[in-house]
């Protein structure tokens, strides 16, 4: 990315991810800045799928509302276009299956990468609540923990660690809602 006088737009994301040379890559577009995301090993696509799957099978038991594996596109603002790696969007909120989300997902859940800067993924879960996301779940596969981000009223953050022999159990989105930690990790033995 070249320095510019003014941030980029979900158009010009648009048009970078329609060159040839970038079918394969993953961007996003963080407050105008645009970031390329890292391709995931088969341990981040196994937890991600995981996460699916248990999330799925709740939610629409339930008929709650939409969950989405990675590659769900979600346009926050003109200058912001995340694409978490799970999420979930209520009924109420769900605009249908067309090719982007016009809004925040309700939770969105971030497989933690080497690569991410937990400063930048700070930022990115501040934007998520400023645009009206309820919660954020941060997925570290080597830590083996999930920490849990809800916005407060006066604007902090409220964070909970959950460690590989915890539950989730207080999801604020989805009540009722119970997920194993440890259910979500590879085995020791997978995992090498």
Same mark, same amino acid.
Do not use: C
């Given at each position: 990315?070249?320095?510019?006088?003014?941030?980029?737009?979900?158009?010009?994301?648009?048009?970078?991810?329609?060159?040839?040379?970038?079918?394969?890559?993953?961007?996003?577009?963080?407050?105008?800045?645009?970031?390329?995301?890292?391709?995931?090993?088969?341990?981040?696509?196994?937890?991600?799928?995981?996460?699916?799957?248990?999330?799925?099978?709740?939610?629409?038991?339930?008929?709650l509302?939409?969950?989405?594996?990675?590659?769900a596109?979600?346009?926050?603002?003109?200058?912001?276009?995340?694409?978490?790696?799970?999420?979930?969007?209520?009924?109420?909120?769900?605009?249908?299956l067309?090719?982007?989300?016009?809004?925040?997902?309700?939770?969105? #859940?971030? @497989?933690?990468? $080497?690569?991410?800067?937990?400063?930048?993924? /700070?930022? =990115? *879960?501040?934007?998520?609540?400023?645009?009206?996301?309820?919660?954020?779940?941060?997925?570290?596969?080597?830590?083996?923990? #999930?920490y @849990?981000?809800? $916005?407060?009223?006066?604007?902090?953050?409220? /964070?909970? =660690? *959950?460690?590989?022999?915890g539950?989730?159990?207080?999801?604020?989105?989805?009540?009722?809602?119970?997920?194993?930690?440890?259910?979500?990790?590879?085995?020791?033995?997978?995992?090498?």
């Amino acid at each position: 990315m070249t320095a510019r006088d003014k941030p980029f737009t979900v158009a010009d994301l648009d048009a970078l991810q329609a060159l040839p040379e970038n079918r394969d890559k993953r961007f996003e577009l963080i407050e105008g800045i645009i970031f390329e995301m890292p391709t995931g090993t088969l341990k981040h696509a196994y937890i991600i799928g995981q996460i699916f799957g248990y999330l799925w099978q709740f939610v629409n038991q339930r008929r709650l509302g939409m969950v989405f594996p990675d590659g769900a596109t979600y346009v926050l603002s003109d200058e912001d276009e995340f694409v978490p790696d799970v999420s979930f969007i209520s009924t109420a909120r769900f605009q249908g299956l067309g090719q982007k989300q016009y809004g925040p997902p309700d939770l969105a #859940v971030e @497989v933690i990468s $080497p690569s991410n800067h937990p400063l930048d993924m /700070l930022f =990115k *879960i501040e934007r998520y609540f400023h645009f009206g996301t309820q919660e954020v779940w941060l997925v570290y596969a080597d830590e083996r923990v #999930v920490y @849990v981000y809800r $916005p407060e009223p006066d604007g902090s953050l409220n /964070l909970r =660690k *959950i460690p590989t022999d915890g539950t989730l159990t207080d999801s604020i989105v989805l009540p009722g809602f119970s997920l194993a930690i440890q259910s979500i990790f590879p085995t020791e033995q997978d995992a090498n």
